[in-house]
């Protein structure tokens, strides 16, 4: 298990921009594929992006594909969620998780698959 901290959420308007970052503490997260989710007070929790260890594959949620980049510097541990033209529908709390694989290309898509949770940072979209 790595412990994981979000930070980068906060108020934005609509079209506006905002990065995410998750950082470990004590752990390099070099060995793990990193995802982002988010969860509203209504919705399930939602798979939103996800990186493989490498960093060289990456896969996106449909409602989001476009407008967010997931990326990582595993020499500073920490993975990043660039969201830009940013949608009322976008705000959510949104949650970093890691899951330690051998394998240097693989992703995770289903939360059950992730064995590390941050506690999540806050993203409100709105005017």
């Known amino acids: 298990q790595v412990q994981l901290v979000e930070s980068g959420g906060g108020l934005v308007q609509p079209g506006g921009s905002l990065r995410l970052s998750c950082a470990a503490s004590?752990?390099?997260?070099?060995?793990?594929?990193m995802g982002w989710f988010r969860q509203t007070p209504e919705k399930a929790r939602e798979f939103v992006a996800s990186?493989?260890?490498?960093?060289?594959?990456?896969y996106y949620a449909d409602s989001v594909n476009g407008r967010f980049t997931i990326s990582r510097d595993n020499a500073e541990n920490t993975v990043y969620l660039q969201m830009n033209s940013l949608k009322a529908e976008d705000t959510a709390v949104y949650y970093c998780?890691?899951?330690?694989?051998?394998?240097?290309?693989?992703?995770?898509?289903?939360?059950?698959?992730?064995?590390?949770w941050g506690q999540g940072t806050q993203v409100t979209v709105s005017s």
């Open positions: 990186i493989s260890r490498s960093g060289t594959v990456t």
């Open positions: 004590e752990r390099t997260l070099g060995p793990y594929a």
């Open positions: 998780a890691a899951r330690m694989t051998y394998s240097r290309e693989t992703y995770y898509v289903a939360g059950n698959d992730y064995r590390s």
